[in-house]
């Protein structure tokens, strides 16, 4: 007849073996984190407001989606009101203009009486090397002569009145 145990011994016994190898598990962590800590070398000094506000921002974009333009993109963007959008896609987003046209069915002088600040981003636009057009219609793409022979990646329209 085999010997019986008692089930407090056998749960017990494991119960230290799970802990010896969390405290392993642990130790190797740590192990691992500091020679990372000196290859990297001395770190500055920072205020904890400022290690907050870098896991928060962190956080943040974990949880964000990838973003839906890439520096190898040709973008159209049509129905554009005041080129913000544009701008911000160039100068903050892809880093470059040239790979963007940004059109509004409003010609200069009435973007100009609607919006205060479009001016400025057209200028800012076109130095950052993106094409800006003025009253084209976006359901009539295929008449432009611009349009012809170029291909874009994406067309974007943001419905800026709706």
């Known amino acids: 007849m085999a010997p019986k145990y008692k089930k407090t011994k056998l ?19 740590v192990r691992d984190m500091k020679e990372a800590a000196l290859l990297a070398g001395p770190k500055k000094p920072q205020s904890a407001a400022a290690t907050a506000s870098q896991k928060a921002q962190k956080k943040i974009m974990s949880r964000l989606p990838p973003p839906p333009y890439y520096d190898y993109d040709t973008i159209l963007l049509v129905g554009e009101a005041n080129f913000s959008f544009a701008k911000s896609l160039a100068l903050e987003v892809l ?3 040239d790979i963007i046209t940004a ?4 010609s200069f002088t009435s973007m100009s009486e ?8 057209v200028k800012e636009l076109e130095d950052a090397g993106a094409t800006v057009m003025f009253d084209v219609d976006a359901t009539k793409l295929n008449k432009i002569k611009a349009f012809k022979n170029k291909r874009f990646s994406k067309i974007v329209f943001n419905f800026p009145h709706a």
Do not use: I, P, W
């Open 11 to 29: 749960k017990s016994a494991l119960v230290k073996l799970q802990v010896t190898h969390q405290k392993r598990e642990h130790a190797t962590k």
């Open 95 to 97: 880093n470059r203009g």
């Open 103 to 106: 059109t509004t069915l409003d």
């Open 114 to 121: 609607k919006y205060a600040d479009a001016q400025e981003n």
